[in-house]
């Protein structure tokens, strides 16, 4: 079955340092992978995909993913963090599995705390 | 461009009573997905529309659970009776679906469940 990881429930970094936060999947065939942001009391708001091309996918709000498919690897990245990206980030897949079409398969999810 | 709408933001009923919940996609958009998110936990997709016609139901509860989308556009999902185990955050989410070519969801801000 399709799955994705999200190995850390949080992640703590300083204003202005990179980020990173992780995602790992598993997939039978190419896999379809998203990230979203859910702010408190908010809905999932997408960030970025990666269908097929480049491995380093570039999203809304400076954020980037870099996909690996030696290391089954999806993580999400920001140069420079900000206070304001403080929040829950899913790590999603696009799952084909019986006849389903576009049922997303999400991770349990990182919280991201920016300290000023 | 309007998003997903959903009402009511907030729901607190008791054990065994019904509930519904309404949702309006973004114009256009063919797919409707119904999540159930739990507390910690990443979405749990529930049933996806296509147009009007259900595509996967497979992780509903049919026996309390229910949901419609009438002339495609408009849905609601209702649940009879609800149990405490009900209590979430039940999202929207629509697509233009693969047709589209673009597979990202866009979520409304969800309607959070208290069942007491």
């Known amino acids: 079955a399709q799955s994705v990881a999200q190995p850390e429930d949080q992640v703590n970094v300083a204003e202005g340092n990179p980020l990173t936060v992780k995602c790992t999947y598993s997939?039978?065939?190419?896999?379809?992978l998203f990230w979203y942001v859910q702010y408190p009391n908010r809905g999932l708001q997408f960030l970025l995909k990666?269908?097929?091309?480049?491995?380093l996918v570039k999203g809304s709000y400076g954020f980037e993913a870099e996909f690996n498919k030696s290391q089954t690897s999806f993580h999400l990245k920001k140069p420079s963090a900000l206070v304001s990206d403080s929040a829950l980030y899913f790590c999603a897949v696009r799952d084909r599995v019986g006849g389903a079409t576009n049922k997303l398969i999400f991770g349990t999810g990182t919280l991201l705390a920016v300290q000023p | 461009e309007a998003g997903v709408a959903q009402s009511p933001r907030y729901k607190i009923i008791e054990k065994r009573q019904s509930v519904a919940f309404w949702c309006n996609p973004i114009?256009?958009?063919?797919?409707l997905y119904w999540y159930q998110q739990i507390l910690g936990q990443g979405p749990k997709l529930l049933i996806q529309f296509q147009n009007n016609g259900v595509v996967d139901d497979s992780q509903l509860p049919k026996d309390r659970f229910s949901a419609e989308r009438l002339k495609g556009v408009d849905s609601t999902l209702k649940i009879q009776p609800a149990k405490l185990e009900d209590s979430a955050v039940y999202l929207c989410?629509?697509?233009?679906?693969?047709?589209?070519?673009?597979?990202?969801?866009?979520f409304g801000p969800g309607t959070r469940l208290t069942v007491t």
């Open positions: 114009s256009g958009h063919a797919t």
């Open positions: 990666y269908i097929t091309g480049d491995n």
């Open positions: 989410a629509s697509s233009l679906g693969e047709r589209g070519g673009t597979y990202e969801q866009y």
């Open positions: 997939v039978s065939g190419n896999p379809y």
